[in-house]
């Protein structure tokens, strides 16, 4: 009877632990239509955010999470132009993105933009304390996620709201 016991719990236990990880890495993900305004970048000169001229777009989101959004893309927009013409961002670390969307990979476009891809500001406060920022290399490959800015990372904290930062929505205070 002992044995049926564990079996029995062993079993639940596998099944729940399956689930748990399909839960985490597919279910709530969904893919992300290409749209003209798909990946856009801050302009130095307005502060508003602009389209970018991108081919081979493919993105993922979910509405479990805000940082759960990732994109590729290429564009045919040299780097110059680019940093010559829209806002740069020095803090970006990329966030891991499931084994699954294969064309993401946070390590290494971590480490190359310490070296030679520049990011960008896409949207700031896409969602209050989350920017969307986006990578790009001198060959046109390009890259998009989401991450905590500043404002947020205080305030998700249940911290008061910093000098200069938006007032937050209700749903967080």
């Not at 910093?162 to 967080?172: A, F, K, V």
Request: charged share 20%; hydrophobic share 45%; glycine share 6%.
């Amino acid at each position: 009877m002992a044995r049926v016991i564990i079996v029995g719990m062993l079993v639940i236990s596998a099944v729940a632990g399956g689930l748990m990880y399909y839960l985490q890495v597919y279910a709530y993900y969904e893919e992300v239509a290409f749209s003209p305004d798909a990946v856009v970048l801050t302009s130095l000169i307005t502060g508003q955010p602009e389209p970018l001229l991108i081919a081979d777009f493919d993105a993922i989101d979910a509405v479990s999470s805000p940082l759960r959004y990732r994109a590729c893309f290429t564009t045919p927009i040299s780097l110059a132009t680019l940093t010559e013409t829209y806002v740069i961002v020095d803090d970006a670390e990329p966030r891991v993105a499931p084994g699954w969307f294969d064309c993401f990979d946070a390590e290494q476009i971590g480490a190359d933009i310490r070296t030679e891809a520049v990011v960008f500001m896409g949207i700031e406060n896409v969602q209050y304390g989350i920017d969307r920022v986006v990578a790009v290399y001198p060959d046109g490959r390009g890259y998009a996620w989401h991450q905590i800015n500043a404002c947020g990372e205080v305030v998700f904290n249940r911290e008061p709201v910093p000098e200069g930062c938006p007032t937050p929505p209700e749903s967080l205070n």
